[in-house]
């Protein structure tokens, strides 16, 4: 069985403080992991995705993840926030990279104090 | 059309009623997902079709809930007799296999309120 644990349901930081989301992950084979952004009223998208290519994963708006096995995470950070990353963000697991039901957290509700 | 498209955006239903919830993927996807998003909650998986094949359903919860995709393209959930439960955001995915990177397209989901 997979799941993703999200520690944080809501985090407020700084315009231009670092970003950083925690997600930890349960998994009984190599996983695939992701990052999704849902800005209010809109559909989710995907942020990054891990698919054993590269321990650190860059994705877009300057975010990024870093794998790390031994710590069974894959937590997301972005060095300088700003206000437009106010948003919800969901980490998630699937067995494939193609997504098949893939296994979201509960979220993690992003802030930006100006 | 450019996206995921879902319909209708809102869905107000007594209890007791049937609603079936509507999802235009991108042209051309075959694989379509549907999903559950209660609040404050991340996206629970319900079901998955390759085409018109439905080969996967093991996260719709009760029987009221049905999921079809007649001819590969537009799909349809439907929920029969809604309870208060059944409240939530239903989302729905589509994804394009064989692409060198494949991702989920959400649409912006049907929020459904049952009274």
């Known amino acids: 069985a997979q799941s993703v644990t999200q520690l944080g349901s809501h985090v407020s930081v700084s315009e231009g403080a670092l970003v950083l989301l925690r997600c930890n992950y349960s998994?009984?084979?190599?996983?695939?992991l992701f990052w999704y952004v849902q800005y209010p009223n809109q559909g989710l998208q995907l942020l990054l995705k891990?698919?054993?290519?590269?321990?650190l994963v860059k994705g877009i708006n300057g975010f990024e993840a870093e794998f790390k096995k031994s710590e069974t995470s894959f937590h997301l950070t972005k060095p300088s926030a700003h206000m437009s990353d106010a948003a919800e963000y969901f980490c998630?697991?699937?067995?494939?990279?193609?997504?098949?039901?893939?296994?979201f957290g509960s979220g993690t509700r992003l802030s930006i104090r100006p | 059309g450019a996206g995921v498209s879902q319909s209708p955006r809102y869905k107000v239903a007594k209890r007791g009623q049937d609603v079936a919830l509507r999802c235009d993927p991108i042209s051309g996807h075959v694989s379509l997902f549907w999903y559950q998003q209660a609040l404050g909650q991340g996206p629970e998986f319900l079901t998955y079709f390759q085409n018109e094949a439905q080969l996967d359903k093991s996260g719709l919860p009760s029987d009221r809930f049905f999921a079809e995709r007649p001819e590969g393209s537009v799909s349809t959930l439907k929920i029969q007799r809604t309870q208060q439960e059944d409240s939530a955001v239903y989302l729905c995915a589509s994804l394009d296999r064989g692409r060198l990177d494949e991702k989920l397209f959400f649409g912006s989901g049907t929020q459904l309120s049952v009274l």
């Open positions: 998994s009984s084979v190599p996983p695939y």
């Open positions: 998630a697991v699937s067995v494939s990279s193609s997504a098949s039901k893939i296994i």
């Open positions: 891990y698919t054993s290519a590269a321990t």
